[in-house]
């Protein structure tokens, strides 16, 4: 299932997954919501964590993330081992999440949305801000200065100073993302970026994740829609009950029984009777 292990310059055995995780377990109230899940998430590439609904994704990505600890397995950022580290831990190995139902501050505006997201700001400390205020100010510049070439990037700067509240359902996707890519993440998870957002905005935010990919960044998205899968991820995870059923590319996936039986089936079914 995993990729045959890589020889580093001086021979050590190097694995070239960005995260990894081994039979991780959740339940609530004595029902198992992961059971068992396994799986690395390859370096510099973009993968897909399918399933149907209630398999575990978003509870996979809540414990990959430390929003959520897992009762049992282990999970490694490279060769660290980080389970059941807590979020702002891991964060510093710079993994960074977004959330299915996004969770913009709405009361702030959309710029502000993306000044409370860098980590370690200067001013964060009352020392820095008592003796070194120059450096402070200096930081909040740099930082407004980022977040509007941010904002830039994702289409969002005429939104800059507009209640993130008042956005539309795929302008808040891209608000969530934009957040993250704040804190120049190593390595990204999206819970569905693409969900109930129109057609167009979904290519555009395909391609802002192409070239996150580009850009050296590793990550995973929950995905549903299936045609995006195969337009932008190189490599596909199918979890279903809790348990990784299958890895590899779509097209792989396609040919084995199990898995259309447990999820492609359905989702070819829906879209053949249409
Ligand atoms: N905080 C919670 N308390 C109780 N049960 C939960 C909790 N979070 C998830 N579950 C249950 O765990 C199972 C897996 O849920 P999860 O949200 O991880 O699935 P999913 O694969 O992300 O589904 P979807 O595609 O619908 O988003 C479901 O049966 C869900 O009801
Ligand atoms: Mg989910």
New binding site residues.
Partial sequence: MSELPLLGPLGVLESSAALRCEAITKA??G?H??NGAAFEVPEGQITALI????????????ILSGS?TCDAGREFIGSTEVTNWPSHKIARLGLMRTF?LSRELGGLTVLENLLVAPAHQAGDSLFNVLFRPGRVRREERDNVERALHTLDTYGLYPLRDSRASDLSGGQKKLLEISRAVMASPRILLL??PMAGVNPALIDRIGNHIRDLRASGVTVLM?E?NLNVVEKICDHVIV?AE?RTLATGRLSELRQNTEVVKAYLGEVIDASTSR
């Fill in positions: 609530f109230q029902v919501a992961v399933g149907p609904n209630g398999a575990g994704k978003t509870t996979v990505v809540n959520m299915q819970d569905e929950i549903h979890l809790g």
